[in-house]
């Protein structure tokens, strides 16, 4: 955004100097951190105006304190200039807005994605960012075009599909109809049932392993009685061999993220959270879970080495498990987003009445040994709000290997309200040292 962009004869912008003149704040200091913030959001006025234009104010006082700790510095003296934090009318010290980093995908996204703390009471966390899943060492990744026949792929398509008078062959997944609209966005009716899905799995087809990965016991070299793995509703997107343009209607998963986004530190004990910075109807597509695509036996072997660390809860592409007679360890397979992931790490837990679901995408393999995993909206979304996920935790099920962690989502339904006020975050937690899980996909991420 350029400065010219901005000029107080702007009724946003007079409304923003308002505030800061209240403060005695001149407008040539404020203009500068305004064009800057209004960068970071994408143009988005909505993080700017909220709770008064705190961020706003905020940044112009960090802003003033690096600027006298630099004069500080340049004059030779050690003393390090410390400036009290003005006080708000109620006697309130005021808050200190750091912005952290500007893009934490590093440009590797369409969009920047800005990461920013205004309570400073937690490290930036470390991790590799990636924007596509990688193979961490011995997981079994087939992508060939050889291998997609002519009956998984829409040769013949030209420009958009979903502008077609007829639905190409890629819609077969969907019994025949697109899952998206032409706007991009999911299916009512489609999405009602992957969250009628969510909520009652007994309801639906299950498959069941031979020797299931979830219930082998590592020490002892044994497996249990699989409990079932949910038959659950795909969408198959064009691809390479497909005839369609990356235009085309049925690839949004694979076009990747195009909404604003901000990763921040919430105040209700749940650690960092991920919240949009526009209005998102429902349907809309957030982003996908990307991580390191590892085996159900790496996975294991990785948390047993680093059970004090924390950790990100891995998502288990177990899908296609039951239908293969023997199973090998290299085709059960895991994403975790510990060392390496995207944005989808920083989403938080919340029982019942989250704002997201995550769907199952097949993209560039026409079997389900290896899938995406994609969130999207379950509601209209508010610009400012956290997005949030329900991992389908059973946090009374005593008998799983696996300790919950102390939910601190909020919800009026939380499913976890005997252990309220706990110090632990939404999502992240300890280390685990098993690689089993509970029935359907128990996802946990940071």
């Given at each position: ?18 505030r ?126 050889a ?8 040769a013949?398509?030209?420009?958009n ?91 949004v ?16 004990g ?86 997201m ?62 252990i ?16 089993k ?10």
């Amino acid at each position: 955004m350029q400065q010219a962009m901005l000029t107080n004869k702007d009724e946003k912008v007079l409304k923003a100097l308002e505030r800061t003149r209240q403060l005695d704040i001149p407008d040539e200091k404020t203009m500068p951190v305004l064009m800057k913030l209004l960068e970071e959001a994408g143009g988005n006025w909505s993080y700017i105006k909220l709770d008064n234009y705190t961020a706003l104010v905020d940044a112009i006082y960090s802003v003033e304190d690096e600027n006298k700790q630099s004069e500080g510095s340049s004059n030779g003296s050690s003393i390090q200039v410390v400036q009290k934090q003005p006080q708000l009318s109620n006697g309130d010290r005021k808050r200190k807005y750091k912005s952290r980093i500007a893009d934490i995908t590093k440009g590797s996204e369409s969009v920047k994605i800005p990461l920013v703390d205004d309570v400073g009471s937690e490290a930036v966390p470390k991790f590799t960012y990636i924007p596509h899943n990688i193979v961490y060492q011995s997981a079994y990744l087939h992508v060939s075009l050889a291998r997609i026949s002519d009956e998984d792929c829409c040769a013949n398509c030209k420009g958009n599909c979903l502008s077609a008078d007829f639905p190409c062959t890629c819609a077969r997944e969907t019994s025949g109809e697109y899952a998206y609209t032409k706007e991009g966005l999911l299916k009512e009716k489609f999405l009602d049932t992957c969250l009628k899905m969510k909520k009652e799995p007994d309801s639906f087809p299950k498959v069941y392993c031979k020797d299931c990965p979830l219930e082998r016991d590592h020490d002892k070299g044994t497996y249990g009685k699989c409990d079932g793995h949910l038959i659950r509703k795909f969408i198959k997107e064009c691809w390479r061999k497909c005839g369609c343009d990356m235009q085309c209607g049925n690839r949004v998963v694979q076009r990747g993220i195009r909404c604003q986004l901000q990763v921040y530190f919430t105040q209700e004990g749940k650690g960092w959270g991920l919240r949009t910075l526009q209005d998102l109807p429902k349907g809309t597509f957030i982003c996908e879970y990307i991580g390191e695509i590892l085996t159900n036996t790496e996975l294991y072997d990785r948390n047993v080495r680093s059970s004090s660390e924390r950790h990100t809860y891995p998502v288990t592409l177990d899908a296609d498990w039951g239908s293969e007679k023997d199973l090998k360890d290299e085709e059960a397979l895991c994403l975790d987003a510990t060392i390496c992931g995207n944005v989808a790490r920083f989403i938080n837990h919340r029982c019942e009445d989250a704002n997201m679901i995550d769907i199952p995408i097949e993209i560039e393999t026409p079997d389900r040994h290896y899938y995406h995993i994609a969130f999207f909206t379950l509601r209209d979304v508010k610009a400012m709000d956290e997005l949030t996920w329900d991992y389908m935790i059973d946090f009374n099920d005593k008998s799983h290997p696996v300790k919950a962690f102390r939910c601190c989502c909020g919800s009026e339904s939380c499913r976890d309200r005997k252990i309220k006020g706990s110090q632990g975050k939404s999502i992240e937690r300890r280390k685990i040292v098993s690689a089993k899980k509970q029935q359907g996909e128990k996802e946990c991420l940071r």
